[in-house]
């Protein structure tokens, strides 16, 4: 008996877990890779890298947290731009912004990847597993940054400033400011991502003839605005909105109606942010007038 329980012993680390718990940002997540190959982690298979704010404390799990460090973060950044180039370090920075469940870990693994074999185009590597899902959630995002681009609605308020909400499946304000900026830089305008609890806005009095003001960041907005922003609405705004919905409903023709095609173009989780499908149909302001 005694010589079985002994042979029945093992290592309570070969059984348990490790987890690296890093600050929810992409510096943060970059630290945690320094630290997993400064203290040689990297051939760990159990190893998981998570977000700190998405960790459920476990009794088996060894969870070690890592605080951002700047340079460290910018060492790693330089090696994978070396390792990955320009179209590699697109899909981390986007695979990272899916915010997907144990992201961090499939990460990582794609950077090890990439790191064993220097020369090899690991991107194109599909028979990966680890590969094959970031590219998958790639794409994912991919088409969250489309759709938010072409269905983001803009309401004016009273400060002169056009404001939308948005809750996307991911986190693609990083993605869409760029697009706003450069065709919006006459006027303030302002994203705000209920989901998150954050926003970017637009300044134009900081732009000048050449160069289009710099995205800030705002957080804590008032509550009773994000719930009914039509409570800011300027006159010219319900205006529009009636003249938008008026057209909208119009130029609809009964007969060609194909709701399975309309929601495959226009997913329904979009709708109650866009003002053509906020009123009834049979509204007074409109009905067609011959």
């Known amino acids: 008996m005694s010589a079985l329980m002994q042979n029945d012993s093992y290592a309570v680390g070969q059984l348990t877990p490790s987890i690296v718990l890093y600050e929810p940002s ?6 945690a890779v320094f630290y997993v190959y400064a203290n040689r982690l990297q ?61 961090g870990t499939t990460l990582f693994r794609v950077v090890k990847y990439a790191i064993d074999y220097p020369s090899r185009q690991i ?3 599909l028979g990966n597993l ?25 309401e004016h308020t009273t400060d002169d400033i056009y404001f939308a909400r ?9 993605l869409i400011g760029e697009h706003f900026r ?15 609890g954050y926003g970017i806005y ?29 409570s800011i609405h300027s006159p010219d705004e319900q205006r529009y909105q009636k003249f938008w919905q ?15 095609l309309h929601k495959q173009y226009l997913p329904q989780r979009y709708w109650k942010y866009l003002s053509e499908k906020q009123v009834l149909p049979n509204a007074e302001h409109l009905q067609k007038r011959r």
């Open 166 to 174: 948005v809750e996307p499946d991911f986190n693609v304000l990083p």
């Open 43 to 103: 051939n760990d298979m159990s190893l998981k890298l998570t977000a700190q704010d998405c960790y459920v404390p476990s009794l088996i799990a060894q969870a070690t947290s890592v605080a951002t460090d700047e340079d460290r973060a910018e060492r790693v950044l330089v090696k994978l731009n070396t390792l990955l180039g320009r179209s590699g370090m697109r899909n981390i920075l986007w695979g990272f912004l899916s915010e997907k469940d144990d992201i």
């Open 182 to 196: 450069q065709r919006y830089q006459d006027q303030h305008w302002a994203i705000y991502d209920l989901t998150r």
């Open 123 to 125: 991107m194109q590597d």
């Open 26 to 31: 992409f510096e943060g997540w970059l630290s």
């Open 202 to 230: 637009y300044d134009k009095s900081n732009s000048t003839p050449s160069r289009p003001a710099k995205l800030q960041t705002i957080t804590d907005l008032d509550d009773a605005v994000l719930l009914n922003p039509a």
């Open 246 to 260: 008026g057209y909208f409903t119009n130029v609809n023709i009964k007969e060609r109606k194909n709701p399975k």
């Open 130 to 154: 680890d590969v094959l899902e970031l590219v998958q959630t790639v794409k994912s995002v991919g088409r969250e940054k489309h759709r938010m681009e072409a269905f983001v609605r803009f």
